[in-house]
C-alpha cells in the first residue's frame, strides 16, 4: 500500500519466500526487488546472487530487523545496493528505493555501522568481495578454528601461537565483522564457506 501509493512507484509483484521471489523476478525483470533478510528456506542474503542472475538489471534493496554490521556485510558483498532496517519510518523506506533506483546506495544502520563501513561503501559492487576481506590470513584461520569448536587454546596449538595472541585474533576478527558471539561467529564461517554444516572446517 506504502508503495503503490507513490505516483512514481508500482508493486508488479510479491513473493512469500526466495524461489518464489526468484521465479518472478527472473519473468517480470523489476527495477527493484525490496528482499526480506528473513524469509523461510533460503535466506534473503542467499537469494541475492541467483536473483540477479536472472535479472542483472534489478536492483535489490534488503529489509531486515537486524540492525547489525555482519548482515549488512554479507548483503552488500552479495550484491544488494541497499540495506534498510525495518524500524525505519515509511519515509525512510521510499527515500531508500529511490536511491538506490537511481544508482546509489543507501544504508539506514547504526551510526557505529556507517562508520565503520564507509569505505565498504564507497567501493564499487566488483570491489565489494567477501566480507572475509577485510580480514588477514591468521584472523581467518582463528575464526575457522573457533567455528569449528575449538577453543582459544586449541586454536593456539593448532597454529603455534599463545593463547593470548589467538584471543587478540579474535576480537580484531570480531571487531571487524561487526559480531559478539559465538553464535554470529559461526554463522559467518558458515555462510562464507569456511565450515561445512558439520562444523568441520572446509
Known amino acids: 500500500m506504502l508503495i503503490d501509493y507513490q505516483a512514481d512507484m508500482h508493486v508488479i509483484g510479491e513473493a ?3 524461489v518464489e ?3 518472478i523476478a527472473g519473468e517480470s525483470n523489476p527495477d527493484l526487488v525490496l528482499m526480506d533478510i528473513g524469509l523461510p528456506g533460503c535466506s534473503g542474503i542467499d537469494a541475492i546472487r541467483p536473483l540477479l542472475e536472472v535479472s542483472p538489471k534489478s536492483k535489490i534493496l534488503m529489509l531486515s530487523t537486524h540492525d547489525n554490521q555482519s548482515y549488512l556485510r554479507l548483503a552488500l558483498a552479495a550484491g ?3 540495506y534498510v532496517a525495518k524500524q525505519g519510518s515509511p519515509t525512510e523506506l521510499t527515500a531508500a528505493i529511490r536511491t538506490v ?3 546509489r546506495s543507501y544504508v539506514n ?3 557505529s ?3 565503520a563501513l ?3 561503501l564507497e567501493k564499487g559492487p566488483t570491489e565489494t568481495g567477501s566480507p572475509l576481506d577485510v580480514l588477514s590470513e591468521r584472523e581467518r584461520q582463528v575464526l575457522t578454528l573457533v567455528a569449528a569448536g575449538h577453543t582459544n587454546q586449541e586454536a593456539a596449538i593448532e597454529m603455534g601461537l599463545s593463547v593470548k595472541t589467538v584471543e587478540t585474533y579474535r576480537q580484531r576478527l570480531s571487531e ?3 559480531i559478539s558471539s559465538r553464535a554470529e561467529l559461526v554463522r559467518i564461517a558458515l555462510e562464507c564457506g569456511l565450515i561445512a554444516p558439520s562444523g568441520r572446517p572446509e
Open 16 to 18: 512469500s519466500n526466495a
Open 21 to 23: 521471489a526468484i521465479r
Open 80 to 82: 544488494a545496493s541497499g
Open 101 to 103: 533506483v537511481s544508482g
Open 109 to 111: 544502520v547504526s551510526l
Open 113 to 115: 555501522g556507517k562508520e
Open 118 to 120: 564507509k569505505t565498504l
Open 176 to 178: 571487524k565483522l561487526g
